[in-house]
T-cell receptor, first 114, second 115 residues
Framework: AQSVAQPEDQVNVAEGNPLTVKCTYSVSGNPYLFWYVQYPNRGLQFLLKYITGDNLVKGSYGFEAEFNKSQTSFHLKKPSALVSDSALYFCAVRDGANAGKSTFGDGTTLTVKP | GAGVSQSPRYKVAKRGQDVALRCDPI?????LFWYQQALGQGPEFLTYFQNEAQLDKSGLPSDRFFAERPEGSVSTLKIQRTQQEDSAVYLC?????????????FGDGTRLSIL
């Protein structure tokens, strides 16, 4: 079985400040980890992924995420938040041996205030 | 460029009616996925196709749910004898290959409301 936890329903930050959106996971095999963003009434858009290699991965729109195997975490970060980053963020995990099923967290709403 | 297209965007049906939801994946994408997203929750996996083969249907909630992709391109999710708990957004996603390290490209979903 695989699972994802996003412990914060809501994250509020001021524009220009760094942001972190937390994610922890559980999977039996090698974890393939993904972050997606969702805007109202739209589908999910891919931001970044960790498959193997460097624990710090960089993605779209200045976002990055750090894979920590010992803590089974994959937190999303950005050094300087923009108001336009306000959206719903989802973390997802796949077992590396299974090309099918992805398991998503329940999402974290990020609000960046001017 | 053309993304994943889902139709209809909104569907209202009476309890007990059958509905069919369509997904047009990105051209050439081998893998196709269906998810159910309830309000305030993340997407829940329903089923997965690689070309025309349905490789995993473990997430389908009951035998009232049926999905097909007969020619390995367009897919249809059918729900028979709909119930109120079927109300949700149904998301379709596709990815280029059949391996797990590739991101999924999502459509905008079909919002299904059962009265």
């Amino acid at each position: 079985a695989q699972s994802v936890a996003q412990p914060e329903d809501q994250v509020n930050v001021a524009e220009g400040n760094p942001l972190t959106v937390k994610c922890t996971y559980s999977v039996s095999g090698n974890p393939y980890l993904f972050w997606y963003v969702q805007y109202p009434n739209r589908g999910l858009q891919f931001l970044l992924k960790y498959i193997t290699g460097d624990n710090l991965v960089k993605g779209s729109y200045g976002f990055e995420a750090e894979f920590n195997k010992s803590q089974t975490s994959f937190h999303l970060k950005k050094p300087s938040a923009l108001v336009s980053d306000s959206a719903l963020y989802f973390c997802a995990v796949r077992d590396g041996a299974n090309a099918g099923k992805s398991t998503f967290g329940d999402g974290t709403t990020l609000t960046v205030k001017p | 460029g053309a993304g994943v297209s889902q139709s209809p965007r909104y569907k209202v049906a009476k309890r007990g009616q059958d509905v069919a939801l369509r997904c047009d994946p990105i051209s050439g994408h081998v893998s196709l996925f269906w998810y159910q997203q309830a309000l305030g929750q993340g997407p829940e996996f329903l089923t997965y196709f690689q070309n025309e083969a349905q490789l995993d249907k473990s997430g389908l909630p009951s035998d009232r749910f049926f999905a097909e992709r007969p020619e390995g391109s367009v897919s249809t999710l059918k729900i028979q004898r709909t119930q109120q708990e079927d109300s949700a957004v149904y998301l379709c996603a596709s990815s280029l290959g059949g391996i797990s390290n590739q991101p999924q490209h999502f459509g905008d979903g079909t919002r299904l409301s059962i009265l």
